[in-house]
């Protein structure tokens, strides 16, 4: 999801550069609810890479590939942009009809990729990757590479808050996909206890029954805890938008929330947030805390959210 969210930057930007562009989007069907929220994108194409995977010796499965490729043949496409360099976007970007676009061998994730391109860019591996697609685009476009906040081009202001939810409260993203990313329960209780304590509910979706499990340990102690029923990410995004704020760990939720506007505090435990850290349009919105090896505390996440002025000093 993180990777999709990152993108959304270079889609305004080629749409402000290059007028009447028509802009398609091939994503794994789970985030395709995403790149619809952005109102430049034409047309949203969900592929199923994660089930092909798992069964690609399914007569379904090359049925499905098959269809995928008729769909992007539809078009005879100016220019197909493969942003993300890896082994399994490259192979999609073939599927489609027109010249091949993406980071050449010393930039792309995984450098094999590249021999499926026509025509490649160097992009510095040591920034944003919200920055190198950004770079990527201007290049392959031909515009200046731009310099101004990221812009995910997404509107929610017609969106209305959920009838059920408190008035104040504060998204607590828990889970990610790696256990080494995960932030300390106990660092989780503390913050929830601190925050119904200035009375503000802290709110606990979840994915898996894992992630359930985990959100039940975390919020079994502090009574003004909610727990949210499994939810759509489409009504999830409405949840986030709504809230006074967010706070995360490493996930492409956080990444969501801070492409939307909402307040988002992210924190790092095991990557590098001068890489891949929560951006927004506007800088103030957007803390993150923490590095590899370094897990903030809670009185440094409360502390910024205060400063964002969420929280009562």
């Not at 034409?42 to 379904?60: G, H, Q």
């Not at 590249?114 to 510095?124: D, Q, W």
Request: proline share 8%.
């Amino acid at each position: 999801m993180g990777d999709v969210i990152h993108n959304l930057p270079m889609v305004t930007d080629v749409a402000e550069h290059i007028l009447g562009a028509q802009i398609d989007w091939v994503v794994e069907e789970a985030f395709a609810d995403i790149p619809a929220l952005h109102p430049k994108v034409n047309r949203v194409v969900p592929v199923a890479l994660r089930c092909w995977r798992k069964k690609i010796f399914n007569t379904s499965v090359w049925r499905e590939i098959k269809a995928t490729k008729r769909r992007l043949r539809e078009h005879n496409y100016d220019v197909v942009l493969d942003s993300q360099g890896l082994l399994k976007s490259a192979p999609l970007a073939r599927f489609a009809q027109g010249k091949i676009f993406g980071p050449d061998r010393l930039s792309a994730r995984e450098p094999l990729a590249v021999k499926l391109y026509h025509r490649t860019f160097s992009i510095a591996k040591d920034r944003h990757a919200v920055l190198r697609n950004r770079e990527l685009a201007a290049r392959v476009f031909d515009y200046p590479i731009p310099r101004t906040p990221p812009d995910c081009g997404i509107n929610l202001g017609g969106s209305t808050a959920p009838a059920e939810f408190p008035q104040k409260y504060i998204v607590c993203l828990h889970a990610t996909s790696r256990d080494s990313k995960l932030w300390p329960e106990s660092r989780w209780m503390a913050l929830a206890s601190r925050l119904a304590s200035t009375g503000i509910t802290p709110v606990f979706p979840w994915g898996s029954e894992r992630e359930r499990q985990r959100a039940q340990t975390i919020a079994h102690q502090i009574k003004e805890a909610v727990i949210l029923p499994k939810t759509s990410l489409k009504r999830l995004v409405k949840i986030i938008h709504h809230a006074r704020a967010v706070v995360g760990v490493d996930t492409g939720l956080a990444h969501l929330a801070a492409a939307i506007g909402c307040p988002t505090v992210a924190v790092y435990i095991d990557t590098d947030p001068m890489l891949t850290g929560v951006l927004s349009a506007n800088p103030a919105r957007a803390v993150n805390l923490g590095n590899k090896g370094a897990p903030p505390s809670v009185p440094e996440v409360m502390a910024a959210l205060t400063r964002m002025q969420v929280c009562p000093a």
